[in-house]
């Protein structure tokens, strides 16, 4: 029998009407021949509920206590869906992150998934159960319960294939597969059939939110075939797949944006080697992830530092670096989280030249200002105002894909 890993995101889990129609699919799998472990997130808008209760009790919420609150959200999907299964007359049974050991490390919010004791989830299909299992979990050497990070359950549901070989990961979502971007924001996104890891790498970086990054990395590293569809229609979706001749031809294959960056800059910091050790040390110590850095060239002697981390992490950066500004006498330190990151991504940049320009002319064009640029092989992103961010991808998107050509 072949077994299959599928993922029903917060959309997909929203109501009670909801959940029963992913029991259906679960058993219209189960109908076709498959074993199957499914992976559930919390239902929607759960996660940010139980971030602001935290909230509402400390800006900066104990690490690990709060992700024994948000672990609770995919706990309750997980007992709903196995519940509709089993009315429906499916043998099925749920289990949560510790209780299949998914160990993980103890970054708590960003844990990274280490291995998966795949004992249990046998057992139960050996015995013909439907294994339900929590999304976005898992569980510390110490017994720690952790959590993956936003989006993290595509990571559950990919890492759960890899260590299972399960025959292909299906991600169920809200949207129809990966489209050249947002169709939320560009009524002109074209879904796409096939996409390589490495762009969809690039796209999930850079805040295309339809697949977690590190599900993107772990489908590479394992060779999983992943396939992006969605809940409400049976239409075929998006496959992940390794890169293949004719894709390159493609200059750029999606556009992406990001708001969930703030911008950190440090005033006239003195210009000296060692200093940038100095800031950026401590703040990977709290495994806060670096994004875009710029240091600008000093006559005074001195040099203002800016440079992006995730919005969710910005206060514990700033105080972060607020002790390091005064200890190195830096002359202050500015936040902005009103920024956004627009990125065009396509493995074609490797072999065609102009595309920067390309870009910058096209926001140019509209008046947007770019405040900051990082580029890398297949990638090129651009920090600007928050408030220019649909404008920037509608733009792009026609520049650089249009509203025709192939699916
Ligand atoms: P789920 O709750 O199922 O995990 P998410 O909200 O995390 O769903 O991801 C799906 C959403 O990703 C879509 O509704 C869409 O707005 C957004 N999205 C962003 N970029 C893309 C893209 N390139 N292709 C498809 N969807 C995208
Ligand atoms: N519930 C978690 C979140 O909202 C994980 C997920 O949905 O994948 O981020
Ligand atoms: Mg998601």
Redesign the pocket.
């Known amino acids: 029998m072949s077994l299959l890993v599928q993922?029903?995101?917060?959309?997909?889990v929203a109501s009670i009407d909801r959940i029963k129609q992913v029991a259906a699919k679960v058993l219209a799998a189960r109908r076709a021949g498959h074993d199957l472990v499914v992976v559930v997130?919390a239902m929607?808008g759960e996660t940010n509920r139980l971030i602001a209760l935290a909230q509402q009790i400390s800006d900066l919420p104990d690490d690990r206590e709060k992700d024994v609150l948000l672990a609770s959200g995919e706990q309750v999907s997980v007992a709903l869906l196995t519940l509709a299964l089993k009315e429906a007359g499916q043998p099925a049974r749920s289990f949560l992150g510790h209780q299949v050991r998914i160990a993980t490390d103890k970054a708590y919010g960003k844990a990274r998934i280490l291995s998966i004791d795949s004992t249990k989830i046998l057992q139960s299909l050996k015995a013909g159960e439907v294994v339900v299992i929590a999304g976005f979990q898992g569980v510390d050497e110490d017994d720690n319960i952790t959590t993956l990070g936003?989006?993290g359950?595509?990571t559950s549901a990919v890492a759960l294939a890899a260590f299972l070989s399960a025959q292909a990961c299906e991600?169920?979502?809200?949207?129809?597969?990966?489209?050249?971007?947002?169709?939320?924001?560009c009524p002109h996104?074209r879904?796409?059939a096939r996409i390589s890891y490495d762009e969809m790498i690039e796209?999930a970086s850079t805040?295309?939110?339809?697949?977690?990054i590190r599900s993107v990395e772990f489908a590479k590293n394992f060779s999983v075939p992943v396939h992006?569809r969605s809940?409400f229609t049976d239409v075929e979706g998006?496959w992940l797949i390794n890169e293949e001749e004719g894709m390159s031809d493609v200059l750029v294959s999606?556009?992406?944006?990001d708001r969930n960056e703030a911008k950190i800059t440090l005033l006239k910091v003195p210009d000296r080697p060692g200093l940038a050790a100095q800031i950026f040390g401590p703040i990977a110590e709290a495994h806060i992830v670096v994004d875009m850095i710029i240091q600008n060239v000093s006559e005074d002697g001195t040099t203002d530092l800016t440079f992006t981390v995730p919005k969710a992490d910005h206060k514990k950066a700033l105080a972060i670096v607020e002790k390091t500004a005064r200890a190195v006498n830096a002359k202050g330190v500015k936040v902005d989280t009103e920024m956004a990151k627009i990125s065009i991504v396509g493995v074609g940049m490797r072999t065609h030249a102009g595309v920067a320009a390309k870009m910058f002319e096209a926001l140019a064009r509209e008046g947007i200002n770019i405040e900051m640029i990082s580029t890398s092989e297949i990638k090129i992103s651009v920090v600007i105002q928050a408030k220019y961010t649909e404008l920037a991808v509608r733009v792009l998107h026609e520049a650089f894909i249009g509203n025709q050509g192939m699916v």
């Open positions: 993922k029903y995101g917060g959309t997909s997130s929607a936003r989006g359950s595509d991600i169920y979502t809200d949207v129809e597969g990966v489209y050249t971007t947002d169709p939320g924001i996104a879904k796409l796209l805040g295309a939110k339809v697949l977690e992006v809940t998006t999606g556009v992406a944006c």
